[in-house]
């Protein structure tokens, strides 16, 4: 229970609802309890009157009781029904407010925690963890006060009509609650099982639809279906296993029920002969019977709700805990002037320990455009990273505008970039709206081409049917790499940033169209700072300056003409790439 008292924010959040909650139960449990006792004297005052007063009487009384009975009953649903609408519906709040929080709190984290934890357990502890807490919030909390309430009710009405049949009538309701917390408990541990398998059955989907045209292209149809089938197999194994657990969850309730309604009629039956119960008070008993039936029924229930609740929570509670690395310290207004400067910067990813910027020093200013180049692995996108600050450098210093990094409010740099990654990602959406994706503002039809032309994508996105309102598939599988890239280009010149940062974004685009892009990004490169790095020279050839990375350090630095004059590594690759 220590990781549930997380929750007790949530419930004095609402405190004034559950509290009405509870009293509502209290109201829905009081006209359920009296009901029997009407019952109980409808069928006595039947009895004594059928001998004394005749039958008409006692039907007409009979009929009063019936009344009374039936707006009981009403008023039992009535408040039933509010007493739901409270306490399950402040749990539908509190897990509105929770997965909330935890979105929020994904937002916050730095890159380095994404890292080290799979998308699959990012969105599992959102959705599956949130929905067992739910449990808890909801029918684990009203269950458990209606059992008390319910119950210190009932028994005190039993009490009343007779102490000792009582006893006997009670004596299987504790045992059917351990045997209904045991069977509770195989239950949880096979739907994990089912859960896993569920799991290992969406993926294996997933992956085969998105990666079908790779397992076509290797013809691995057979492979992958005898894998999809052997996780059916699994999976329906798993589930039979759990289907006659659940066979025998009803009939072990019924049977224990049935004994103690069995002990109700032989033992009252037998106080009857002696007079120490009416027949009245012995079907009361029965009623109290079933209305405790399933109070006591969900405490083996209620406690497994506990038990998945706090295990999910106490991995909520993980997350919860983790305090970025890299946070904002500064709310302040920022407006970047175009100076960056790396002074001694050394970094080491610390998930590998690998070294990947090692004393790196170079300064750039407003209208420049700055290239960065190496082999695959030398540091080159690790550069942007720490420029981004996604990683805190180990030593040295990162100044914008002569201020430390660390120091601005980067939410407010941030803006004033536009990034084109190494990897684009495009959702599920229309060109349009992937493109406007990179600003807050009202952007311009005029100013939405301009870009997409800019980039050499407008041509492409007018040949499609729907041209701008193109639906993309995931990840915009149903367009090319390049168009990708160029799509992804265009979004970034949308914005009009000061910072324009482009990671290797034209590996997918034939030289030409390289060519092109470059030049109308150059009529606009004075008004901002670029960067561009890339493997391919040709794409930073006419860069003001180009830093040589090899291993995290600068082993060569100049323009294209110097580098080529210098007749080294940047020659060597230059020379590679012209007979390539």
């Not at 009975?69 to 509190?94: A, D, P, W």
């Not at 367009?479 to 990671?503: C, N, T, V």
Request: proline fraction near 2%.
């Amino acid at each position: 229970m220590k990781s549930l008292s997380y929750l007790n924010k949530y419930f004095f959040k609402y405190k004034w609802r559950l509290l009405l909650g509870v009293i509502f139960t209290v109201f829905s449990n009081y006209f359920a309890v009296k009901m029997p006792i009407y019952v109980k004297e409808t069928i006595d005052s039947f009895m004594d009157n059928i001998n004394i007063q005749g039958l008409n009487d006692s039907l007409i009384f009979s009929l009063k009781i019936g009344a009374i009975y039936m707006l009981f009953s009403f008023g039992k649903g009535l408040f039933l029904f509010l007493m739901r609408q409270t306490i399950i519906v402040v749990s539908r709040f509190i897990e509105f407010d929770l997965k909330n929080e935890i979105y929020k709190h994904y937002q916050k984290l730095d890159t380095g925690f994404y890292k080290k934890h799979s998308t699959g357990d990012l969105m599992n502890r959102i959705s599956e963890d949130v929905s067992k807490v739910r449990m808890y919030l909801g029918p684990g909390i009203m269950y458990s006060v209606n059992l008390v309430i319910l119950s210190s009710m009932v028994i005190y009405q039993m009490i009343q009509i007779n102490s000792i049949l009582t006893i006997y009538v009670l004596l299987p309701l504790p045992i059917m609650s351990f045997l209904i917390y045991k069977v509770s408990a195989t239950m949880n541990r096979l739907s994990t099982e089912v859960q896993k398998e569920q799991s290992m059955l969406s993926t294996i989907a997933q992956e085969s639809f998105s990666g079908i045209r790779v397992l076509k292209a290797y013809n691995r149809e057979k492979e992958t279906n005898k894998k999809f089938n052997y996780s059916t197999d699994a999976y329906k194994e798993k589930s039979m296993k759990l289907v006659l657990v659940n066979a025998l969850f009803m009939p072990t309730i019924l049977f224990l029920i049935g004994l103690s309604t069995i002990i109700s009629i032989y033992v009252g039956g037998n106080m009857s002969f002696n007079n120490e119960i009416s027949l009245g008070g012995i079907v009361a008993f029965i009623f109290y019977v079933n209305n405790l039936t399933w109070p006591f029924a969900s405490i083996g229930w209620v406690t497994s709700i506990v038990q998945r609740a706090s295990a999910s929570q106490k991995r909520i509670n993980e997350f919860l805990d983790t305090k970025p690395k890299i946070s904002n310290y500064n709310f302040g207004d920022f407006i970047f002037d175009g100076k960056i400067e790396f002074k001694n910067v050394h970094f080491t990813y610390p998930e590998t320990n690998i070294k990947a910027v090692d004393n790196l020093s170079f300064k750039i200013k407003k209208g420049d455009v700055l290239g960065i180049i190496g082999k695959t692995g030398s540091g080159k996108s690790t550069i942007l990273n720490l420029l981004l600050n996604k990683y805190e450098v180990d030593q040295g210093e990162i100044l914008l505008d002569d201020q430390k990094i660390k120091t601005v409010n980067t939410f407010k740099f941030f803006d004033q970039c536009g990034v084109v990654p190494q990897e684009v990602f495009l959702f599920s959406d229309t060109i349009n709206n992937n493109l406007l994706f990179s600003s807050n503002k009202n952007i311009s039809d005029e100013k939405i081409i301009a870009a997409c032309k800019d980039a050499k994508i407008f041509d492409n996105i007018m040949g499609f049917p729907h041209k701008m309102e193109t639906l993309l598939g995931e990840r915009g599988v149903n367009l090319s790499g390049g168009q990708k890239q160029r799509l992804s280009i265009a979004r970034a010149l949308i914005r009009e940033p000061k910072l324009l940062l482009f990671d290797d974004c034209l590996s997918a685009v034939d030289t030409e169209t390289e060519e092109a892009i470059l030049e109308n990004i150059d009529k606009k490169s004075k008004e901002r700072t670029n960067i561009i790095v890339s493997h391919r020279i040709s794409s930073i050839r006419n860069a003001n300056h180009i830093l040589v990375i090899e291993n995290g350090s600068i082993i060569e630095q100049g323009s294209h003409k110097d580098l080529l004059s210098l007749k080294g590594f940047y020659s060597k690759m230059y020379e590679q790439q012209l007979n390539d």
